[in-house]
């Protein structure tokens, strides 16, 4: 069940670790302003819940791209949620640099390092199902 009171405590700021830039070949990606250790929590992204037949709709739009698997299957039918945040723009990496994990308690996606950032690193995370593109290293 939604809770609004856990979700108004959270309190998005302007990120300083991270920045939008052009990724060479994958068009906008996320970068590292300085430093970050594994383990850092790099982005905290409100989400809007989307039921399943929202995200069936979807699956023919540009959204398809940016938004992420809720609950269920990754592959499978199950209700998506798509990131008021930058996390929404992180490209894939099969050698990714950070993970996002779903916290169902605050509705949030949250971009965790995985492994050392150093300043002017694209952050990346594995997509963790099917591809429906060709990857770019």
Do not use: K
Not at 24 to 48: C, D, K, Y
Not at 90 to 116: F, G, K, M
Not at 121 to 134: P, R
């Amino acid at each position: 069940m939604f809770d609004a009171a856990a979700c108004g405590r959270i309190r998005p700021a302007p990120n300083h670790r991270i920045e939008v830039r052009t990724s060479p070949g994958r068009g906008r990606g996320i970068f590292a302003r300085e430093s970050i250790a594994p383990g850092t929590l790099i982005e905290a992204a409100p989400i809007i819940v989307l039921p399943a037949t929202h995200c069936r709709a979807l699956d023919s739009t540009i959204i398809y791209d940016y938004y992420f698997h809720w609950d269920g299957d990754p592959d499978g039918v199950g209700r998506g949620a798509i990131g008021l945040g930058l996390v929404t723009l992180c490209n894939h990496s099969t050698r990714p640099l950070a993970r996002v994990d779903r916290n169902y308690a605050r509705q949030t996606l949250d971009l965790i390092a995985i492994a050392e950032i150093g300043p002017g690193q694209e952050v990346t995370i594995d997509y963790g199902c099917a591809l429906w593109f060709s990857p770019r290293e």
